[in-house]
């Protein structure tokens, strides 16, 4: 079973900077793509930033040029580096990715963390 948790949410003033932080854990061979999806309640869960297992990324044009996505594969954790945060991007912050669980087996499975809450106030 494999395990992603997410951390490093809060309460931060507009213009201010956070980091998220997502663990994963369990049994875990490799991990492909990974992402950062946020949500907020009675709407869809939307992409945010995603990270291939070879580091190439991709933004939400509203986070374009303020977030930043990263990895460390040794450590199998993703980071999401906030900068420039506005009202606006107050969500639940969820962590996503693909992950393979042994070498006995090519599958990829989709693990989602619990989410963690962002919060900034104007």
């Known amino acids: 079973q494999v395990q992603l948790v997410e951390s490093g949410g809060g309460l931060v003033q507009a213009g201010g900077s956070l980091r998220l932080s997502c663990a994963a854990s369990?049994?875990?061979?490799?991990?492909?793509?990974m992402a950062w999806y946020r949500q907020t309640p009675g709407k869809r869960r939307d992409l945010v930033a995603a990270i291939s297992g070879g580091g190439n990324t991709n933004y939400a044009d509203s986070v374009k040029g303020r977030f930043t996505i990263s990895r460390d594969n040794a450590k199998n954790t993703m980071y999401l580096q906030m900068n420039s945060l506005k009202p606006e991007d107050t969500a639940v912050y969820y962590c996503?990715?693909?992950?393979?669980?042994?070498?006995?087996?090519?599958?990829?499975?989709?693990?989602w963390g619990q989410g963690t809450q962002v919060t900034v106030s104007s």
């Open positions: 369990g049994s875990i061979f490799g991990i492909n793509d």
């Open positions: 996503n990715a693909e992950i393979r669980e042994s070498n006995r087996d090519t599958s990829l499975y989709s693990y």
